[in-house]
Structures are given as structure tokens and as C-alpha cells.
């Protein structure tokens, strides 16, 4: 019996299409917020925030067990459901 593996071509191209919307909603506030000159303030530490908690989550996901400190560090913790079968 041989396995095939199939690349995940759905994911891939529903990821394609969200970083591009993502990228294009980036660019009409960037815009929106030049023209009304409003100054991002306190986001640069939002920022920092958030890609310490993204990078967090990928260590975390890269593990063995999967629910570490990193990836509570970054998501909210929830039961996973393999758990109550283990």
C-alpha cells in the first residue's frame, strides 16, 4: 500500500487571497490615515505585541506537544477534543 500526498492546494490559495485582501486593507488605511493625518500613537507597542504572540504561537505549534507555554502565551487556552479520547 503506497500513501500519496497531496499538497494542500485549498489552503494554499485561500491563503494567497487573504494575505492579498490583508495587504490591500493595510494600504487604504495607510492612505486614509495620511490624508486625515492621524498618527498611529500607541500601535507600535500593539505591533510588537502581536508579532511576539504570532511568533509564540508558530514555536508553540512546532513542538511535540502541541499546548506549551509558547502557544498559551499566544492564544487563549482551550480544552483540545484528542484530549478527553487520550
Not at 490591500?24 to 507597542?45: D, H, P, T, W
Not at 508558530?58 to 502557544?71: E, K, M, N
Amino acid at each position: 500500500m503506497t500513501m500519496t500526498i497531496t499538497p494542500p492546494v485549498v489552503s494554499g490559495i485561500a491563503c494567497a487571497i487573504l494575505i492579498v485582501m490583508q495587504m490591500v486593507l493595510m494600504i487604504a488605511v495607510v492612505f486614509a490615515r495620511r490624508r486625515n493625518k492621524q498618527s498611529l500613537g500607541e500601535l507600535e507597542i500593539l505591533a510588537a505585541v502581536f508579532i511576539v504572540g504570532r511568533i509564540s504561537h508558530a514555536v508553540g505549534l512546532s513542538t511535540p506537544q502541541t499546548v506549551g507555554r509558547f502557544r498559551t502565551m499566544a492564544v487563549q487556552r482551550r480544552p483540545s477534543p484528542v484530549s478527553r479520547w487520550v
